[in-house]
């Protein structure tokens, strides 16, 4: 009995001491978080990314077959491959992949074939090392990378037949073996759209040992004698002798620029170094950019939840850009299938991100958003458009502008030195036409001239697409203003930006589709999702205000009615409409079984709408939904998430959340305040300065914020100043048991709503 209760003590959550800074962050998160994943049910739809920081390559063990969105699930047995992937996400899919696999024994070149099982007892994965044991060929493979390049390390038994599979994948791959430099060349073309016809990876393979046999494959059979191949499916295999115990190195590195640009990755990144180095050094790279956050007095699993969270964040948009001979940063465009100079990013979707997963790089990691804003101008120079959704090129995803905020935000909270006048342009030019894949603005036309884009005008998700344009509009707006443009230019998205209130519907006091001639649609259903509205409802859609809510209120009739929208939507049960998709997708799922009524974090729409409380004067329902949905929707598990991941943004929200605010209106200076997790937040700012958070009552039950003080001097705003943060900052939370219903209610405490400004 005496055992038994000291076993079931050991998994209690452990309190960390105030003072104890976490030493090495990297080794607190777990990769897995969000793998335990499927089409029909998203606990986060991640993959474990081996990787660095916003690297252009990363790697993972592949338990999907070639092709499956889906390709590494925690649930599956078996791996077939170790691939390099740019996977963004699994709904999008992947391009320019291909895969290293280890064997022993008779030969097998089909992936479903080669599958070994595994297990997670055999497994290791941190964000700078993944290593896992082949049971069926007795080989552990271990992988550490760099942003371009990575070192392999496989460990054979003593067998004559030790084999190393290249696959390049099919839809058009080239391999080419080069024994006398125990070195493989080869590219692959494989990808999901959004790429120019002339689209490549090219990869470089060095091994440090001889081959004993070496052949060409293609379709899945050997070509016996061939050391190259072009055509749908190229694939290499290198037969070696290897003793009991014995490693084996490879150092692999890729360029979507050429084989010649690949070597030049692959002396440049990895250099001499062994499989050791390179993995400390990759470590290394992972603890300083974690070092800008140090947390401190949480329980074990929110401070592992905390960083696996951040390191989601730290990868999407990644870089597409290479250095050259003469150092010069250079980049394939994936617009004009042309080598450009300059940055370039790809892999994010902003109906996703630009809510906070871009306000958290300005302000923790801005050096890092002045090169996306550098790559935003090239993609605009050579496309034509600024993407919505990249992966690499425009994608045909989503809906909205939010290239708007996304470029707006950067320059309100700082960014310079770059060419602010043609992203500007840019801005313009796509709110005021209809681009391709996603670009622009769908139904333009009737935006620009009715104020809304109709309902019954054979364009989805129109209600969406007006709410997001008009916030998108107040960004254009904004950043007009910033840059001194005359009053009659930017005027007009002022005006605009207050198109959201030509769908409010004042029976329902909910956003509705509005037909052509100004009738709302009918029948009306606020919970029937998709149709007007985007992986939602009126219910999740109605509070995408961010701007304005103040003006919503005045809508809603008035903060308490607000107050009381607000708290219906955790009141009502998670009944749902799902007859515009035909079926339960895997969004309705996640609400329905979240166990918070209408509330549907796991999409991106109303993920803001609990910090609006503090708008209607009740800042202390902001707090106690923030800290539940902190404890119930997050965890460093593979099942971790509440729904998709999206890159890094449903992670930033709980980061955000985590330190105590969130920014509701990406394009203004403010954060509006809900209460920390931890006993103290360290922000370490790029220009030296630092943030402290400290919250020494904080505990479980002590979720409450009593007062406030900001550099000593009390506090009752419900929001916080970008510019403020930036300076430097402490901010002392006394958190108690019990709401203060006092502190955070006069109108002066309020957060930023354009209808306030005078």
């Known amino acids: 009995m005496k055992k038994l209760l000291l076993l079931a003590f ?307 948009p990644n870089k597409m850009y290479e250095v050259d001979a003469s150092g010069q940063n250079v980049h394939y465009s994936p617009f004009n299938g042309k080598v450009a100079p300059g940055y370039l ?112 005008v054979k364009i989805n998700e129109n209600a969406a697409r007006t709410l997001e344009y008009a916030y998108d509009d107040f960004a254009i707006y904004q950043l007009g203003k910033a840059l001194g443009k005359p009053k009659k230019e930017i005027e007009i998205y002022k005006k605009r930006s207050q198109n959201y209130r030509n769908i409010f519907d004042p029976q329902t006091k909910l956003m509705r589709g509005k037909n052509q001639d100004g009738t709302f649609e009918t029948p009306f259903n606020p919970f029937k999702w998709g149709d007007a509205f985007t992986e939602g409802n009126s219910w999740h859609y109605s509070w995408g205000v961010f701007h304005d809510i103040q003006g919503l209120i005045n809508l809603m009739g008035g903060k308490q009615q607000f107050a009381i929208k607000l708290d219906s939507v955790f009141e009502m049960p998670p009944i749902f409409d799902d007859s515009y998709y035909g079926g339960v997708i895997h969004e309705i799922r996640e609400m329905q079984i979240a166990g918070m009524g209408q509330y549907a974090h796991g999409n991106q729409p109303i993920q803001h709408m609990i910090y609006l409380y503090n708008h209607a004067g009740q800042p202390w329902k902001t707090q106690y939904w923030v800290r539940e949905a902190m404890n119930r929707l997050y965890r460093a598990t593979p099942d971790g998430y509440c729904g998709d991941e999206d890159n890094g943004q449903t992670s930033a929200w709980y980061i955000f959340s985590a330190m105590g605010f969130y920014p509701v209106t990406p394009a203004s200076d403010q954060y509006v305040l809900g209460a920390p997790l931890f006993k103290k937040v360290t922000v370490n700012l790029e220009n030296g300065k630092t943030i402290t958070i400290n919250a020494p009552k904080n505990s479980a039950d002590n979720k409450y914020v009593n007062t406030l003080t900001v550099d000593g001097k009390p506090y009752t705003n419900n929001w916080l100043s970008h510019k403020g943060l930036l300076n430097g900052a402490v901010l002392d939370f006394d958190m108690q048991a019990t709401p203060n219903k006092d502190r955070g209610t006069k109108d002066a405490d309020m957060p930023y709503s354009m209808s306030n400004e005078k």
């Open 10 to 316: 050991a998994f209690l959550p452990v309190a960390l001491s105030a003072q104890e800074k976490v030493a090495s962050p990297v080794d607190l998160i777990n990769p897995l978080m969000g793998t335990q994943s499927k089409p029909s049910l998203s606990n986060g739809n991640t993959y474990p990314a081996i990787a660095l920081p916003w690297g252009m390559n990363f790697w993972t063990p592949q338990t999907g077959t070639m092709g499956d969105g889906w390709q590494y699930t925690y649930d599956a047995d078996k791996i077939l491959g170790f691939k390099q992937t740019h996977q963004p996400s699994p709904w999008m899919n992947d391009y320019g992949m291909f895969s290293v696999f280890p064997e022993t024994g008779k030969l097998k070149l089909n992936e479903k074939d080669r599958a070994s099982w595994f297990s997670h007892k055999a497994e290791t994965a941190k964000p700078y090392y993944y290593s896992v044991y082949l049971a069926d060929y007795d080989v552990t493979t271990e992988i550490t990378p760099t942003e371009r390049a990575s070192s392999f390390q496989f460990t054979f038994p003593k067998n004559d037949s030790s084999h190393i599979v290249i696959d390049a994948f099919d839809k058009g791959s080239y391999v080419k073996i080069i024994p006398g430099e125990q070195k493989i060349i080869g590219y692959s073309t494989k990808n999901s759209g959004a790429v120019p016809a002339n689209f490549k990876n090219y990869f470089v393979i060095y091994v440090d040992k001889p081959f004993a046999l070496a052949s060409a494959w293609h379709d899945w059979k050997k070509d016996y004698g061939q050391l190259e191949y072009t055509g749908d499916h190229a694939g290499a295999v290198i037969t070696l002798k290897t003793a009991k115990g014995e490693k084996v190195h490879l150092k692999v590195a890729s360029s979507f620029i050429s084989i010649e640009q690949a070597e030049l990755n692959l002396k440049r990144e990895l250099g001499n170094d062994d499989f050791a180095a390179t993995c400390q050094k990759a470590k290394d790279a992972w603890n300083k950019t974690l070092g800008r956050l140090n947390v401190e007095g949480g329980t074990i699993d929110q401070t592992r939840t905390f960083y696996s969270s951040l390191y989601r964040m730290l990868f999407f």
């Open 345 to 456: 990013f790809a892999g994010t979707g902003f109906w996703d991100t630009f809510r906070a997963l871009y306000p958290f790089l300005n302000l923790v990691y801005p050096s890092i958003n002045k090169e996306m804003q550098e790559g935003l101008i090239n993609d605009y120079k050579e496309g034509g458009w600024l993407p919505e959704w990249s992966s690499p090129g425009y994608a045909d995803c989503m809906i909205g502008n939010n290239s708007a905020s996304v470029v707006a935000e950067a320059y309100l909270k700082g960014m310079r030195g770059y060419d602010i006048e043609t992203l500007y342009q840019a801005l313009k030019h796509g709110a005021n036409n209809e681009g391709p894949n996603a670009t622009g603005r769908r139904g333009v036309q009737y935006y620009n001239t009715l104020g809304y884009v109709p309902y019954n």
